[in-house]
């Protein structure tokens, strides 16, 4: 019988790896000088390649358990005779689709093929809010804006900026993930947007 996947040991060392992200953070502080305001500011950004890469692997991973758990709806989909239970091997194939990865470009994308492949009352991603599927996409074009660089990735950034945070001008990444949000409704208010992020992604987790 395929090995059932442990799903609050990988909530755990998801929230874990989150952690630690945000005590890096704590721990480098910024006393004044422009000098180290230019590392926090770049020390914010690669944590929040680093964050979105610990949710992208969570997602991937709580989808296979996910159909490792519940696989009827897909063996019923497929028309698949004689089997009953997906192996986590089986299950990683499936999610990503017979790639080497598995992909998605936002989270109405995430629900999309979580919906494929579970139905809705077995997705666990239905059970993240839409206030935090905002800030997941806003992390998202935050990621692709330190990582590519281009200007298709900065107008996204600049787009999500306005209508998830309502900034005008939003300056870089590390500007803009180091600034204190002080808007009632945002994630982590009172702390930097980087924080709220973070708090996001692991609530996220937690939900899912």
């Not at 610990?54 to 004689?82: C, M, S, T």
């Not at 239970?85 to 995430?110: H, K, Q, T």
């Not at 924080?195 to 692991?202: C, E, F, Q, R, T």
């Amino acid at each position: 019988m395929p090995r059932t996947i442990d799903v609050d040991k990988l909530k755990a060392g998801s929230i874990h790896a989150l952690d630690a992200a945000l005590n890096r953070l704590r721990n480098l502080g910024w006393i004044g000088s422009d000098e180290e305001l230019t590392i926090y500011r770049w020390t914010a950004a690669m944590t929040a390649v680093e964050v979105h890469a610990i949710w992208e692997r969570y997602a991937e991973r709580r989808l296979v358990a996910a159909l490792n758990h519940y696989p009827d709806y897909f063996i019923e989909q497929e028309e698949i005779k004689g089997v009953s239970r997906i192996s986590s091997g089986l299950a990683f194939y499936v999610v990503r689709g017979g790639s080497r990865y598995f992909d998605f470009r936002s989270s109405s994308e995430l629900l999309k093929k979580g919906d494929a492949l579970l139905g809705q009352p077995d997705n666990p991603f239905r059970g993240i809010t839409k206030h935090n599927r905002d800030y997941l996409d806003a992390l998202a074009a935050i990621r692709n804006l330190v990582v590519h660089d281009s200007s298709a990735a900065t107008a996204s950034f600049k787009r999500l900026a306005r209508s998830v945070y309502a900034v005008q001008y939003p300056g870089g990444a590390g500007e803009f993930l180091c600034a204190v949000e002080h808007r009632a409704g945002q994630p982590g208010r009172g702390k930097s947007r980087l924080s709220g992020l973070i708090a996001v992604v692991m609530d996220s987790v937690n939900s899912s």
